[in-house]
T-cell receptor
Framework: KQEVTQIPAALSVPEGENLVLNCSFT??????LQWFRQDPGKGLTSLLLIQSSQREQTSGRLNASLDKSSGRSTLYIAASQPGDSATYLC??????????FGPGTRLSVLP | EAQVTQNPRYLITVTGKKLTVTCSQN?????MSWYRQDPGLGLRQIYYSMNVEVTDKGDVPEGYKVSRKEKRNFPLILESPSPNQTSLYFC???????????????FGAGSRLTVL
């Protein structure tokens, strides 16, 4: 059964720092991996989707990479801002065509 | 606007009073899913559906029912709600195109349910 983990569980950084969030999955047979952002008590917003044939995707200050063979993805946030404070979740679409989520990383960016 | 719509957004009810949380999407998505989110437990899948008349249990299906009679709607039914079903519920949908992998999962805004 596919399992997804995220490290660290929580992260606090000063404004302006570059940071990396990690996502690991146990079964490399995935169709894609998606990163989401969730503000407290709110819904999930899709940030980036990486298909299994791709190595990375970029959107503004965000860059997500995928190493399928090692079961890992990273979300790189450049020049962090207080508005980036949120919980970030990754999810993989496995070959059962179901989405499996990680527990999330809670990010605080301090002014 | 392409979206997933959940109703009600907030509900307070009492133990045993049947309720339905509706979910509707306007993107012609085949895949739909229900999740609950609780502090410290993350996002847990309740039920999902690959297409009309096809539903499967997720990780925490006990106490819930679903139906998928038409493509756009995927209601979540609590036949006899109990306090341990107090939670934040999310519906989500996606296309099913495994060959392209472009299955972007889109979420509704969430329904906060309190069972007294």
């Amino acid at each position: 059964k596919q399992e997804v983990t995220q490290i660290p569980a929580a992260l606090s950084v000063p404004e302006g720092e570059n940071l990396v969030l990690n996502c690991s999955f146990t079964d490399s047979a995935i169709y894609n991996l998606q990163w989401f952002r969730q503000d407290p008590g709110k819904g999930l917003t899709s940030l980036l989707l990486i298909q299994s044939s791709q190595r990375e995707q970029t959107s503004g200050r965000l860059n997500a990479s995928l190493d399928k063979s090692s079961g890992r993805s990273t979300l790189y946030i450049a020049a962090s801002q207080p508005g980036d404070s949120a919980t970030y979740l990754c999810a993989v679409l496995d070959h059962g065509q179901n989405f499996v989520f990680g527990p999330g990383t809670r990010l605080s960016v301090l002014p | 606007e392409a979206q997933v719509t959940q109703n009600p957004r907030y509900l307070i009810t009492v133990t045993g009073k049947k309720l339905t949380v509706t979910c509707s999407q306007n993107m012609n998505h085949e895949y739909m899913s229900w999740y609950r989110q609780d502090p410290g437990l993350g996002l847990r899948q309740i039920y999902y559906s690959m297409n009309v008349e096809v539903t499967d249990k997720g990780d925490v299906p006990e106490g819930y029912k679903v139906s998928r009679k038409e493509k756009r709607n995927f209601p979540l039914i609590l036949e006899s709600p109990s306090p341990n079903q107090t939670s934040l519920y999310f519906c989500a949908s996606s296309r099913r195109q495994p060959s392209s992998g472009a299955n972007v999962l889109t979420f509704g805004a969430g329904s906060r349910l309190t069972v007294l």
